[in-house]
């Protein structure tokens, strides 16, 4: 799904958003045009990739991977990395780079430009998206909450799986997520300093404060669960026409 370039508020108002954190404090980014996955990777597509290429996930992935429409899960970032490169080198033929969303294309595409909470809007809607008040308790289909879309047409940015991010980051001693990117007036942002990685979006299990468009998480890098899932972003500049 196209994004097309432009400027868009990222992080919540605590005036807007009683469950904004410090870590989230509003400001400006320019982004430039993208295109991102409509649904997160699915079993059946991490599963070509690990016939194909021989890739050795963790052992117990398979466990936690019944169902092939679902996202894939039991994935660290190391597993989502890879991916993207065997996906590159498939495509190599169209001149294609695919990656893991920046924190800030992942948001963008999850709230669009009218700094709406949820990707539906401000209200939490157990309807709308898989996570812990929907009471499903597992991973969905990939795209099976279709009224829980984002302004962008984006499915499942909310609940199911947390969703790997390219930037790297720190904690504070409160928990908050510390970034050298996260800042007013920024253009294409991706932290590359930091001894974690950023997640997005909440999963089956959270809490609705936790599947917010604003809401962030830190992982260490070599680190999989089974809550744990990635989708794909590629950057236009890097099409060939």
Known sequence: M???????????????????GNDELPHTVELSEYHIARYPVT????????????????????KYN?????????????????????LTDRLKDRGWKIQLPTEAQWEKAARGTDGRIYPWGD??????????DTGIGTTS???????????????DMAGNVWEWCLDRCDCDDKWNIITDTYRDSIADP????????????GAWGSSAKLCRTASRLDSPI???????????VLLSGQQDG
């Open 2 to 20: 196209r994004i097309p370039a432009g400027k868009f508020v990222m992080g919540s108002e605590k005036e807007r958003d009683r469950y904004a």
């Open 43 to 62: 079993v059946a597509q991490f599963r070509a990739f690990v016939q194909e290429s021989g890739y050795q996930p963790e052992e117990d992935w398979e």
């Open 66 to 86: 019944e169902y092939d429409n679902h996202p894939v899960v039991s994935v660290s970032w190391h597993d989502a990395a890879a991916y993207c490169e065997w």
């Open 123 to 132: 209200g939490a809607d157990p309807d709308k998206a898989n996570y812990g």
């Open 141 to 155: 289909a990939a795209g099976c909450f279709p009224e829980g879309e984002s302004p962008c047409g984006i499915q």
């Open 190 to 201: 991706v932290c590359m300093t930091g001894s974690g990685r950023v997640l997005r979006g």
């Open 222 to 232: 070599g680190y999989s669960y089974w809550h744990y899932g990635f989708r794909l």
